[in-house]
């Protein structure tokens, strides 16, 4: 009798600590250690969205008022993969399924600094519809004072940040 009180408190000791264990913060994101290639795609992005799901634009926008390192690489994440990633003035077209999505953005640099930055949103997506969202930098003269934003955008901004820059293509390097 003895054995099986503490076989059934031991597990609820275990589900309790399973269940007040928030998730890790990065969930939306992909793996921390894989990064991107990224070159200028000369395709069309799709004029729909395919029957039965949602079009989601990230565009890249980049703003400095000091030095810098050049153009950043933003790595672009859902439902914690990566979908892809944005380099300069650039954005990334991609499909989801209707329903609530968790996405993230991440700088991605060799620079610890840079490489902490991280920002989140989340979508909810409608078949049928197109969604617009600008990953965004900001810097003054140092590091620490740079921030991240990933956030909806109205669908004209977006239109024409999609149509004042370029679509990047990137594959993950190995």
């Not at 031991?10 to 589900?15: D, I």
């Not at 890790?24 to 029957?51: I, K, M, Y």
């Not at 921030?147 to 990137?170: K, N």
Request: glycine share 6%; proline share 8%; hydrophobic share 40%.
């Amino acid at each position: 009798m003895k054995t099986l009180v503490a076989v059934m408190l031991f597990a609820v000791y275990g589900l309790a600590q399973q269940s007040s264990t928030p998730p890790p913060f990065h969930e939306a994101c992909g793996p921390l250690q894989v990064n991107f290639e990224t070159n200028t795609s000369n395709s069309r992005p799709p004029a729909q969205p395919e029957p039965g799901k949602a079009l989601v634009y990230v565009a890249e926008d980049f703003q400095t008022a000091g030095a810098t390192v050049g153009a950043p690489t933003f790595k672009v994440g859902l439902d914690g993969a990566w979908v892809g990633a944005t380099h300069g003035s650039s954005y990334l077209v991609f499909s989801v399924d209707p329903g609530e999505h968790h996405m993230c953005v991440r700088w991605q640099s060799h620079l610890d600094w840079y490489s902490r930055l991280v920002s989140f949103a989340r979508l909810r997506a409608e078949p049928g519809k197109t969604y617009y969202f600008r990953a965004r930098a900001m810097s003054s003269s140092s590091p620490a004072t740079m921030y991240l934003d990933l956030d909806p955008i109205d669908p004209d901004e977006g239109q024409y940040m999609v149509a004042s820059s370029h679509l990047m293509s990137a594959q993950a390097k190995k």
